[in-house]
Nanobody, 126 residues
Framework: QVQLVTSGGGSVQAGGSLNLSCVLS??????????MGWFRQVPYKAREGVAG????????YYADSVKGRFAVSLNIAKDTMSLQMKSLQPEDAAMYYC?????????????????WGQGTQVTVSS
């Protein structure tokens, strides 16, 4: 089993910051997960891979829309992935999900993760 527990999110004014965290657990985590990422979705729009990191190499990936504003980090010892979001804009408002899977792609944000945590809402007011 693999579990992902998400925390953080909330409401902020444009230009503000928020942090998200995701804890990975489960006896199959090491065998089935080498990538953890953040994905977001708003109603009637396609899901977007926002940021993520390979547990094995530490390589991080970002959507163009968040580069320079979001930072993903991984605490291996705690199996916790964090997302620091700065300069938030109304277009960043969405339900954010932590997700994980086993990938070999150099475009992991375009993959479909097998495991998903519960979503956390990010609201940005203008």
């Amino acid at each position: 089993q693999v579990q992902l527990v998400t925390s953080g999110g909330g409401s902020v004014q444009a230009g503000g910051s928020l942090n998200l965290s995701c804890v990975l657990s489960g006896y199959l985590a090491n065998a089935n997960v080498n990538f953890m990422g953040w994905f977001r979705q708003v109603p009637y729009k396609a899901r977007e891979g926002v940021a993520g990191v390979y547990r094995t190499t530490g390589s991080s990936y970002y959507a163009d829309s968040v580069k320079g504003r979001f930072a993903v980090s991984l605490n291996i010892a705690k199996d916790t992935m964090s997302l620091q979001m700065k300069s938030l804009q109304p277009e960043d408002a969405a339900m954010y999900y932590c997700a994980a899977g086993w990938f070999t792609s150099n475009l992991p944000l375009l993959e479909s993760p097998r495991y998903w945590g519960q979503g956390t809402q990010v609201t940005v007011s203008s």
